[in-house]
């Protein structure tokens, strides 16, 4: 209802409306150059066109434009022509190699550039106080994250970025980040230590950046860091790194990090990859003094598809997690469960799935609520707790 009022607005003038977003008009508005400053939204898909190519002379006289969504279309010309209220752009498949320096950016909120083949942004530092978002994810060509200071960004995402080698240090001055995501980036090696002064960051997902040496130690003093994913890290520098974690409350180690059942509130790994090698992890280094000290408020544990063994789980005490509410060991080679499972007292989820040597479990704690044991082939006996 309210798309056919503003299509009422102007019938035979879509460059009158406030908000364009059928392609058609979007395209004759830019092409033939027929935006006015009534114009507030604009939004043109052109990935699967074979017109693409715009000047930034169509924006002219769009001065009040707010919200732009430009996909896959390519644009040339000075930039400083595009309004200077922007407050969220969506430009997936930029075509660009770097970022444009004379774009206006200061009422910017949201930047979303996924898929682009930016090499490189800005240089110099750039402060953009009103961003919040930033989403670069899946730009395969981008070298390093941006020279970057902003008092408000709170999300910046870079997952499959697969060239990138280098996380800027101006990363530390960004006071408000809760979210950080480099998953997929498998040529980084280092993060860098001012990383440690963003006292805001909440979650890291590092899965998959096979090559990363450690995590800096003073992310342990980070009160509000609760939750790191780092599927398909085997690397035995790295996993000692994590035992500084003291405030973790969610870890996932997985081996790999498919969707096993779309319908589950939770995405767990799924059997269709090949499988860390037990002899790869020194588990008795990572796991004994990490649980007995440091990580007694954990309350979500992935260790799907870890490749444990009989003799890796027997060196290995669950029993002083005594927050973990949820625990993941679908995937792996024992023939029954870790000892001190049985004596969580709040564990409500336990997952064994696809753990094909599984042949018993004789002892469950009381408060467990679901147990999800698909595919475990050799399974012969299960006792339940008694309520």
């Known amino acids: 209802m309210g798309r056919e009022i503003i299509h009422e607005e102007s019938l035979d003038h879509p460059g009158k409306r406030s908000r364009i977003w059928q392609r058609e008009d979007a395209w004759n508005v830019l092409s033939k150059q027929m935006g006015t400053e ?29 919200l732009l969504q ?8 000075p930039f400083k022509l595009l309004s200077e209220e922007l407050i969220w752009i969506c430009w997936l498949e930029c075509t660009l190699k770097s970022f444009p320096s004379d774009l206006l950016l200061d009422n910017l909120v949201v930047l979303d550039m996924q898929y682009s083949h930016i090499k490189e942004f800005w240089k110099e530092k750039k402060i953009l106080n009103k961003l919040r978002i930033l989403n670069l994810s899946y730009s395969k060509h981008l070298l390093k994250t941006p020279n970057l200071h902003s008092s408000s960004l709170e999300k910046l995402m870079l997952e ?27 040529r980084l090696k280092i993060l860098p230590e001012s990383i440690c002064d963003v006292k805001s960051l909440e979650s890291l997902n590092i899965s998959g950046c096979s090559q990363l040496e450690k995590l800096p130690e ?25 035992e500084h974690l003291k405030y973790v409350r969610k870890l996932s180690l997985c081996g790999y990090n498919f969707n096993l059942d779309s319908s ?24 004994p003094t990490s649980f007995s000290t440091g990580w007694r408020l954990l309350r979500k544990l992935r260790l799907a598809y870890y490749g444990l063994s009989e003799r890796a789980t027997n060196c290995v005490d669950f029993g002083c997690l005594s927050s973990l509410v949820e625990l993941n060991l679908s995937g792996n080679n024992f023939f029954s469960l870790p000892s001190g499972i049985e004596v969580l007292p709040k564990l409500q989820v336990l997952r064994v799935s696809y753990c094909s040597n599984l042949v018993s479990i004789s002892e469950l704690p009381s408060n467990l609520k679901l147990l999800e044991a698909t595919g475990c082939t050799s399974l012969e006996r299960v006792r339940l707790p008694l309520r």
């Open 38 to 66: 009534v114009v507030e939204g604009l939004m043109l898909d052109a990935r699967a066109s074979e017109d693409k190519s715009l000047s930034t002379g169509s924006f002219t006289n769009m001065r009040c434009l707010k």
């Open 70 to 77: 430009i996909n896959g279309v390519h644009l040339t010309g």
């Open 160 to 186: 499959g970025c697969s060239s990138l080698v280098e996380v800027h240090q101006s990363t530390g001055h960004l006071k408000r980040l809760v979210f950080l995501n480099l998953k997929g980036c498998w």
């Open 218 to 242: 003073r992310m342990g003093d980070i009160e509000s860091f609760t939750e790191l994913l780092a599927d398909g890290i085997e690397n035995e520098q790295f996993l000692a790194s994590i």
């Open 264 to 287: 589950s509130s939770t995405s767990w790994p799924s059997p269709i990859s090949s499988w860390i090698s037990a002899s790869v992890l020194d588990w008795k280094a990572l796991l």
